[in-house]
């Protein structure tokens, strides 16, 4: 059994409505939303935050394959940053099939960009959500 790790984002009592009721643009505040709930159906999950930001559904243990090192992380979740949304849905390779037919996105290390809802197909994200939320990469 590998180390658990100390990181700093953690999962927190703060209210994740007053988070996002504090988010200035309307827009963004409106697709937060829309996201939470996707979020919410598909993990059957109460929304935390977790550090500053970010909203997790969900608390897992993952290990590191590469290096053994275990955290406490959310399955899925989404942060509303300045210039996009960042969406945490486990692995993108289990998305391949979808990635092309969802819309305008951009891809990280395990995170899914996008600067609007309206600008992808919000089945196509649903679906991907619903994946994610699903899927069994890691330890209960």
């Given amino acids: ?3 658990l790790a100390e990181i700093k984002t ?6 994740v409505n007053d988070f996002i009721n504090a988010i200035a643009d309307e ?5 937060c939303r829309v996201i939470l709930k996707m979020m919410e159906k598909a993990t059957k999950e109460e929304p935390k935050m977790w550090g500053s930001s970010m909203i997790g559904f969900g608390k897992v243990r993952y290990k590191s ?13 989404f942060s509303p940053r300045k210039a996009n949304f960042s969406l945490h849905l486990i692995d993108l390779k289990l998305h391949t099939d979808a990635l092309p037919k969802l819309g305008k996105h951009k891809t990280g290390l395990g995170c899914l960009y996008i600067n609007k809802l309206a600008d992808v197909d919000i089945k196509v994200l649903e679906k991907m959500i619903g994946v994610a939320a699903k899927h069994k990469l890691y330890q209960d």
């Fill in 1 to 3: 059994m590998g180390k």
């Fill in 10 to 15: 953690k999962q927190n009592s703060s209210s």
């Fill in 27 to 31: 827009q963004k505040r409106s697709d």
């Fill in 65 to 77: 394959p590469a290096t053994g090192r275990e955290v406490d992380w959310f399955k899925i979740g």
